[in-house]
C-alpha cells in the first residue's frame, strides 16, 4: 500500500494539461448538488400552497435528499474505488438530470418526498467521485490543496447560493423550475467530462459488500429520524424503535468492515485523532451553515415580507464569505496551524448562532448581512482545511473511501441541521395560541407551518387573518432563537474539541517534481 505522504514523479499527474478543466467540471457537480440541499428553502412556501403537505411532511421533503445522499455515500465512494470514480460521476451525472425531471413534476407530497429520495441517489453518486478525482489528478500538495480549497469553497457556497438561484427562478416560473436547471448544467457536466476528466480507480479493490450497503442505510436512516421526530414529537415507541434498529445496523456496520478484507470503509482511519476531529468539524460546521439558511429563507420571506429574489440575494454574503476563505483556507492552514483554522471558523459560526438569538421580526438587514458573513467565511475555513485533512490522510487508492467519509459528514451535518435544528423550530412554533374566532380547521392547519398559517390567513376577514400571521410569525422567531441557541452551544463545544483533536496536524508540504 502506498504511504500517506509518498508522491511519486508522476510529471503528467503535477502538470496534467487539462486537469484545472477537469476541476471546473468537478467544481460545478459539487455545486449543484450542494444547491439542490438548500434551493428548497425559498419554494417552500410555493410548495406548501400547492402540494399542502403536513408539517412532518413538509421537513421530509426538505432534508430526505441530504438523508438519502448521508445514508449511500460511503458505498458509493467504495463503488467509484472499483469500477472507476469517473464511470460513477458520469453514470451519476446523467441519473440526476432524468429524476430532476420528476422533481419539478410532483403533484402529490408523497411523490415529492419519493422523488427527493431518488435525486439523494443520483447526488450520493456525484459527491466523492468529485474529491476523490481531485486525489488523483492533484499529487503536489500544494496544488491539491488550493484544488481542494476551490471545491470546498463551492461546496460550502453551494448552500448559500441555493436560495438564490432560488429566488431568481421563482420570481419568473413554478417550483418546479429550481429542478430543471439541473438539467442543462448535468448536459455540460457529462459532454465535457468525457473528454477531460481522466479514469481512476482502486487497482485492487476487492468485491463490493452489499450487506454492508444495506447496513450503512438502514443506521444512517434509522439514527436521523430517530433525532427529528424525539426533537419535533417527543419520545415514543416509534422513536425508540428507529434509534435501536439505526445504532444496531451501525454497530454491525462498524464490525464487518473490521473483519473484512476489502471493507467499503477502512474503520481504522478513525484511531487517527486528525482524521476523527476533521470528520466531527466537517459534520458540524455544515450542520450550523445549512441550519442556519435553511431557516432564515423562511425568516425574511414569511415574517420580513421579502420576495424570493431579494431573499436569496439577502443570503448571498454566506456565499462570499466562503469562497474567500476557501481560497485562502490552505495559505492561512500553513501559516498558523490546522486547529487554529478549524476552532477558529467553527468559533466564529457557533458567535453567529449565538446572536441569532436576539433578532426579531425589525432586525434590520444590516446585522442579518453581516452574521452570514461571519458564518460563511467560519465554514469556508473549517470545511475546507477538514477536507484537504481527511483526503492526504489515506493512500490516493482510498481517496473515494476518505471522499466518501467527508462528504457523508457533509451530507449528514446538512440533513441534521435541518432535521434538528427545524423540529426545534416546528416544535416552539406549534405551541402558540391562535386568536379567538378561528375555527379548529383553521388552527390545524395554521400549526403545521408558518407557510400554512399565512395561507390560512388569506381566507380568514382581514383583522382576525392579521393576528393570527402576526402570532405565527413570532411562534417561528421563537423557535428560531431557540434552535439558535442549541446551535451556537454544539458549535462553540465542538470548536473546543477540534482544538485538542487536531493538536500537531499540519497540511503536507509541495513538492517540485524531479526532471
Not at 31 to 41: I, K, S
Not at 168 to 194: D, T
Not at 244 to 258: E, H, I, K, P, S
Not at 506 to 512: D, H, M, P, R, V
Request: glycine share 12%; net charge neutral.
Amino acid at each position: 500500500m502506498t504511504s500517506t505522504h509518498q508522491h511519486p514523479k508522476t510529471p503528467d499527474g503535477l502538470h496534467h494539461p487539462g486537469r484545472w478543466i477537469a476541476l471546473a467540471v468537478l467544481v460545478l457537480a459539487v455545486l449543484l448538488v450542494a444547491v439542490d440541499a438548500t434551493v428548497l428553502g425559498l419554494a417552500t412556501p410555493f410548495l406548501s400552497e400547492d402540494l399542502e403537505p403536513t408539517g412532518t411532511q413538509l421537513l421530509w421533503i426538505g432534508d430526505v435528499y441530504s438523508f438519502v445522499i448521508a445514508g449511500l455515500l460511503v458505498s458509493m465512494g467504495s463503488l467509484g474505488d472499483r469500477i472507476g470514480r469517473k464511470k460513477l460521476l458520469l453514470s451519476g451525472a446523467t441519473a440526476f438530470g432524468a429524476v430532476s425531471v420528476l422533481n419539478a413534476y410532483a403533484t402529490t407530497p408523497e411523490m415529492m418526498i419519493l422523488a427527493r429520495a431518488l435525486l439523494g441517489v443520483a447526488g450520493a453518486t456525484l459527491m466523492p467521485s468529485t474529491l476523490a478525482l481531485i486525489r488523483n489528478l492533484f499529487h503536489d500538495p500544494r496544488e491539491r490543496s488550493l484544488a481542494v480549497g476551490i471545491w470546498g469553497a463551492m461546496a460550502s457556497a453551494g448552500a448559500a447560493v441555493g436560495p438564490v438561484v432560488g429566488g431568481l427562478l421563482l420570481e419568473h416560473f413554478w417550483w418546479g423550475s429550481v429542478f430543471l436547471i439541473n438539467l442543462p448544467v448535468m448536459a455540460v457536466l457529462v459532454a465535457v467530462g468525457i473528454k477531460m476528466i481522466p479514469e481512476s480507480k482502486n487497482p485492487a479493490p476487492g468485491p463490493w459488500d452489499l450487506p454492508s450497503v444495506g447496513l450503512s442505510l438502514v443506521g444512517m436512516f434509522g439514527i436521523v429520524y430517530a433525532v427529528k421526530e424525539a426533537a419535533a414529537h417527543g419520545v415514543g415507541w416509534e422513536v425508540a424503535v428507529s434509534a435501536v434498529c439505526g445504532t444496531a445496523a451501525l454497530v454491525w456496520f462498524v464490525r464487518r468492515q473490521l473483519r473484512l478484507p476489502s471493507p467499503l470503509l477502512d474503520m481504522r482511519l478513525f484511531h487517527h485523532r486528525g482524521f476523527s476531529g476533521a470528520v466531527l468539524a466537517d459534520l458540524l460546521t455544515i450542520l450550523g451553515l445549512s441550519g442556519l439558511v435553511f431557516f432564515l429563507s423562511q425568516f425574511l420571506q414569511l415574517v420580513q415580507g421579502r420576495g424570493p429574489l431579494e431573499a436569496g440575494l439577502a443570503e448571498l454574503p454566506a456565499a462570499v464569505g466562503a469562497v474567500t476563505a476557501g481560497l485562502s483556507a490552505g495559505v492561512v492552514a500553513r501559516r498558523y496551524s490546522v486547529r487554529a483554522v478549524v476552532s477558529g471558523g467553527l468559533a466564529a459560526i457557533g458567535a453567529a448562532l449565538a446572536v441569532v438569538t436576539v433578532i426579531h421580526k425589525e432586525t434590520g438587514y444590516p446585522l442579518i448581512g453581516a452574521l452570514l458573513l461571519v458564518v460563511g467565511v467560519g465554514a469556508g475555513f473549517a470545511f475546507t482545511v477538514t477536507s484537504d485533512v481527511i483526503l492526504s490522510s489515506v493512500p490516493k487508492e482510498q481517496a473515494g473511501s476518505a471522499s466518501a467519509v467527508s462528504e457523508t459528514a457533509y451530507e449528514l451535518g446538512a440533513a441534521l441541521g435541518i432535521a434538528l435544528l427545524g423540529s426545534i423550530v416546528t416544535g416552539v412554533y406549534r405551541g402558540f395560541g391562535t386568536p379567538e374566532g378561528v375555527s379548529a380547521a383553521a388552527a390545524k392547519a395554521a400549526h403545521e407551518s408558518l407557510g400554512g398559517a399565512v395561507e390560512t390567513a388569506q381566507r380568514l376577514p382581514a383583522p382576525l387573518g392579521g393576528d393570527l400571521v402576526l402570532a405565527a410569525q413570532e411562534a417561528f422567531v421563537n423557535g428560531l432563537r431557540v434552535s439558535a441557541a442549541v446551535g451556537a452551544v454544539v458549535l462553540l463545544a465542538t470548536a473546543t474539541a477540534a482544538w485538542h483533536l487536531l493538536r500537531g496536524q499540519k497540511l503536507e508540504e509541495g513538492i517540485i517534481p524531479e526532471e
